[in-house]
T-cell receptor, first 110, second 117 residues
Framework: QKEVEQNSGPLSVPEGAIASLNCTYS??????FFWYRQYSGKSPELIMS????GDKEDGRFTAQLNKASQYVSLLIRDSQPSDSATYLCAVNQAGTALIFGKGTTLSVSS | DTGVSQDPRHKITKRGQNVTFRCDPI?????LYWYRQTLGQGPEFLTYFQNEAQLEKSRLLSDRFSAERPKGSFSTLEIQRTEQGDSAMYLCASSLEPTGGYFSPLHFGNGTRLTVT
């Protein structure tokens, strides 16, 4: 069974801190990796995609990918209360659809 | 880009009844996906289409579930003889087809929340 694993949390950080969210995956053939944010009662919305090893930055968000370690992470700098949500890691299995982790709940306190 | 549209937003049905949900994808997207999500879990893959062809169904998907995308545009998901365990949020997403083996991001609709009593 191919899997995407995330720590369910909750991860609690103070406003202005860096939040670090982690994800591991089991399919070595995976090539596409995504982070989604989901507010309670809402549908997932795309934050970032990453396809190559290394870092990819977009504003306050940085995605990091290490295919050798089968590990992808998301850093949120200068965390804001509005960042409080569940963060979903999604990974493609070779030749099939995106598989999602269970998500990590982030709570940013002001 | 009007986004992915799902209808209805909410559905309450009695156990044993059939229900059908509709999804209208982003117009230029040829891939359409159905996922199911329960509280505290990530979206669970159900099935996906490329144009009108259903390319994959989850092995966990009961025979009571069927999906169609007859003209490669909108899609319907039908659940026959609903059970209380079918209560969940049903999410539709669309995307462009992969390029060079790399997936395009999925864009989700607002979902249909099903409650089976």
């Amino acid at each position: 069974q191919k899997e995407v694993e995330q720590n369910s949390g909750p991860l609690s950080v103070p406003e202005g801190a860096i939040a670090s969210l982690n994800c591991t995956y089991s399919d070595r053939g995976s090539q596409s990796f995504f982070w989604y944010r989901q507010y309670s009662g809402k549908s997932p919305e795309l934050i970032m995609s990453i396809y190559s090893n290394g870092d990819k930055e977009d504003g306050r968000f940085t995605a990091q990918l290490n295919k050798a370690s089968q590990y992808v992470s998301l850093l949120i700098r200068d965390s804001q209360p509005s960042d409080s949500a569940t963060y979903l890691c999604a990974v493609n299995q070779a030749g099939t659809a995106l598989i999602f982790g269970k998500g990590t709940t982030l709570s940013v306190s002001s | 880009d009007t986004g992915v549209s799902q209808d209805p937003r909410h559905k309450i049905t009695k156990r044993g009844q059939n229900v059908t949900f509709r999804c209208d994808p982003i117009s230029e997207h040829n891939r359409l996906y159905w996922y199911r999500q329960t509280l505290g879990q990530g979206p669970e893959f159900l099935t996906y289409f490329q144009n009108e062809a259903q390319l994959e169904k989850s092995r966990l998907l009961s025979d009571r579930f069927s999906a169609e995308r007859p003209k490669g545009s909108f899609s319907t998901l039908e659940i026959q003889r609903t059970e209380q365990g079918d209560s969940a949020m049903y999410l539709c997403a669309s995307s462009l087809e992969p390029t060079g083996g790399y997936f395009s991001p999925l864009h989700f609709g607002n979902g249909t929340r099903l409650t089976v009593t």
